[in-house]
C-alpha cells in the first residue's frame, strides 16, 4: 500500500502528518493543564505520582510517534537523491508502528484503572478487560517484533501482518467498549438520585461531560480503525495518525475533568460556571484508606438550599439578651 507518491490515495500521506501535528499541538495543550492539576493545583491532598508518571509516559509516546512520522515525511517526499525504498527507512516504520501499540495499550491501562476506581475497587469487574488488554498487546507487537527488514517494501507505511493487526484492533475496541459500558453504567446508577435536568443545555452539559469522563472517544477512534483496517483502504494513515493522538487526549481529557473535582473550593468555584456535573469520580490514592472514591456532584448545588435552611433558622431563633 502507497509504495510510492503516484499510487491511489497517496494525498493522505500529507493530510495525516498534518493531523497528527495539529493534534499534538492541542494535547500539549492539555498536558500541560493536566499536569498542573495533578501537581501544583492539587495541594493540599497527595500527589497520585503513579497517575503523573502514566500521563507523561503517553505524552512522551505520542510526541516521539508524531516526531518520526513527520522525520519519515521529510526523508521520503523532502529526498533530493530519489525516493528512498522501505528497507532503507524501516527502522523509522517499525518504530512509530510499535509506538502507535504501545500508546493503546497504555490507554486502555488508564482506561481500566478508571473503571477499577469507579466500581470501588472491586478487582474481579476490570479482571477480563485486563486479559484481553493483555492479549491485545501480544498480538500488536507481533508486526513490528518479527516482520523482516525485506517485508518492508513501502517507504511510507510499515507492512501489515492482517490477521495479528485485526486481533489487536478487535481486542482494543471490546476493551473500550467493555470499560467505557461499565463506567457509563455506574455513573449513572450513582448519580440518577440526584441528578436534577431542567434544560436542554443541561442535557448536553451532562451528555458531554459523561462522554469525557467515560473516555468514548477511544471507542470511536478504534472502531474506524479496525473497518479501515478490514478494507485496507489508504485512509487508514489518517485514522492512525488521529487515534495515536486520541489514545493521549481522551484520558487527558478524562483527568482534567476529575482533577477540576479534586481542587481546593476557593480554586474550583469558578468551575460551578460549567453547567450540572455529570458526576465525580476520584482517582483513589489518598493516604486515608476510608477516602471515599465517589462523590455526588450536585453537592455545589445542594450547599445553596443548606445555606437557606440555616438562615431560617437563625431568624426564628430568639436573640440573646444583653448583659446588664
Same mark, same amino acid.
Given at each position: ?9 497517496? %494525498? ?14 492541542? /494535547? ?12 501544583? /493545583?492539587?495541594?493540599?491532598?497527595? &500527589? ?7 500521563? *507523561? =509516559?503517553?505524552?512522551?509516546? *505520542? ?6 512520522? =513527520?522525520?519519515?515525511? %521529510? +526523508? ?30 497504555? #490507554? ?9 476506581? &469507579?466500581?470501588?475497587?472491586?478487582? +474481579? ?13 501480544? *498480538? ?28 489487536? *484492533?478487535?481486542?482494543?475496541? =471490546?476493551?473500550?467498549?467493555?470499560? =467505557?459500558?461499565?463506567?457509563? /453504567?455506574?455513573?449513572?446508577?450513582? #448519580? ?48 492512525? #495518525?488521529?487515534?495515536?493522538?486520541? /489514545? ?50 450536585? #453537592?455545589?448545588?445542594? +450547599? ?21
Amino acid at each position: 500500500m502507497l509504495e510510492d507518491v503516484t499510487a491511489a490515495g497517496a %494525498y493522505v500521506l500529507i493530510v495525516s502528518d498534518s493531523l497528527e501535528i495539529v493534534l499534538f499541538g492541542i /494535547y500539549t495543550i492539555f498536558f500541560t493543564f493536566a499536569l498542573m492539576l495533578l501537581t501544583l /493545583y492539587r495541594k493540599p491532598l497527595p &500527589v497520585d505520582w503513579t497517575m503523573v508518571a502514566a500521563l *507523561c =509516559t503517553l505524552f512522551c509516546i *505520542c510526541m516521539t510517534h508524531c516526531s518520526l512520522v =513527520t522525520t519519515d515525511r %521529510y +526523508s521520503t517526499l523532502g529526498s533530493r537523491d530519489g525516493l528512498p525504498t522501505g528497507a532503507e527507512m524501516s527502522g523509522l516504520l517499525r518504530g512509530a508502528d510499535a509506538l502507535l501499540r504501545f500508546a493503546s495499550f497504555l #490507554s486502555q491501562l488508564v482506561m481500566i484503572h478508571r473503571c477499577w476506581a &469507579v466500581w470501588d475497587r472491586a478487582w +474481579s469487574v476490570v479482571c477480563v478487560p485486563a486479559i484481553m488488554s493483555c492479549a491485545s498487546f501480544v *498480538c500488536a507487537m507481533h508486526g513490528p517484533v518479527r516482520l523482516p527488514i525485506t517485508e518492508f517494501r513501502s517507504p511510507f507505511v510499515a507492512p501489515r501482518d492482517l490477521p495479528f493487526d485485526m486481533a489487536f *484492533c478487535a481486542l482494543s475496541l =471490546t476493551v473500550y467498549t467493555t470499560t =467505557t459500558t461499565l463506567i457509563l /453504567y455506574r455513573l449513572r446508577r450513582i #448519580s440518577a438520585p440526584a441528578r436534577d435536568v431542567q434544560s436542554m443545555e443541561d442535557l448536553i452539559f451532562s451528555l458531554g461531560k459523561s462522554v469525557i469522563e467515560a473516555g468514548a472517544l477511544l471507542v470511536v477512534a478504534q472502531f474506524a480503525m479496525l473497518i479501515f483496517l478490514l478494507l485496507e483502504h489508504p485512509v487508514l494513515l489518517i485514522i492512525e #495518525s488521529v487515534a495515536t493522538q486520541l /489514545y493521549g487526549i481522551a484520558p487527558t481529557l478524562m483527568i482534567i475533568r476529575l482533577g477540576i473535582s479534586l481542587l481546593p473550593e476557593g480554586r474550583a468555584r469558578w468551575s460551578s460556571s460549567f453547567g450540572p456535573e455529570f458526576s465525580s469520580i476520584l482517582f483513589g490514592t489518598t493516604c486515608d484508606s476510608s477516602h471515599n472514591d465517589i462523590e455526588l456532584a450536585d #453537592s455545589a448545588r445542594a +450547599s445553596p438550599a443548606r445555606n437557606s435552611l440555616s438562615s431560617t433558622r437563625n431568624r426564628h431563633r430568639p436573640s440573646p439578651r444583653p448583659q446588664p
